[in-house]
């Protein structure tokens, strides 16, 4: 069935996947926190990139493919030992978001690549491990507050792509779940028009960039935080 978050994967994928290919160079030693299925993996093809995930998390088990798991906070690696680290679609699952931005600053080597994806709009997920959303403004805050300087912040959905991708979530999550049938339909009839129409419509439509799904920053570390 479609999935009522088909345009926001696939836009913000494909944003992602353009950050890393000009971020990531050959032969350098990234670190992918909260890897789940790896969806990046490609990006990685002419570096090194280990992928580390917690074990008790709202994400089923056959939903992590990592090289090592972790607590949640202590990355189990070296100061400095990464040119990079990837953290897509995590931290609003972190409890205590200044201590893993820590240790990514820790083990992220000086002038090092940092890029960060998170929720500004979306419906609680993998719960009850989902703790916050971020604004551009507290995104940023955040990783300058840990020793970081942000180059970019991408928004991620027109505002009129994002109406349409919360009301095609609540078709599916209200409508669609009652059985097959109905799934089949409400993705047929309701959910693709409307991620579709949203498309056009987005090309149109004024758009002051206020009211999007996700961020996608793109950051170095510039200071080593005190012990």
Not at 10 to 33: C, E, F, G, P
Not at 46 to 51: D, E
Request: glycine letters at 6%; charged letters at 20%; proline letters at 4%.
């Amino acid at each position: 069935m479609l999935s009522p978050v088909w345009l926001l994967d696939n836009k913000m994928n494909a944003a992602t996947r353009d950050i890393l290919a000009a971020s990531v160079k050959d032969n350098t030693h990234w670190l992918d926190v909260g890897c789940g299925l790896r969806p990046f993996a490609s990006s990685f093809s002419h570096a090194y990139c280990i992928g580390i995930d917690i074990e008790a998390s709202g994400a089923p088990d056959h939903m992590k493919v990592p090289d090592r798991y972790f607590d949640g906070i202590n990355i189990p690696y070296e100061d400095n030992a990464f040119d990079g680290v990837l953290c897509t679609q995590v931290l609003e699952h972190v409890e205590n978001l200044d201590l893993l931005l820590a240790e990514c600053n820790r083990v992220i080597k000086m002038g090092g690549g940092f890029v960060v994806s998170v929720p500004f709009l979306f419906r609680e997920h993998e719960k009850p491990y989902d703790f916050r959303r971020f604004t551009s403004y507290g995104l940023m805050l955040a990783m300058e507050r840990n020793g970081f300087h942000v180059n970019s912040c991408l928004k991620c959905l027109s505002a009129i792509e994002t109406i349409a991708t919360i009301f095609s979530v609540y078709v599916s999550n209200n409508i669609g779940s009652r059985n097959k049938i109905l799934l089949i339909l409400s993705s047929l009839f309701v959910i693709f028009p409307t991620l579709i129409f949203s498309k056009y419509l987005a090309k149109v439509l004024p758009d002051n960039k206020d009211l999007f799904c996700v961020l996608i920053s793109s950051a170095v570390k510039t200071a080593n935080l005190k012990g």
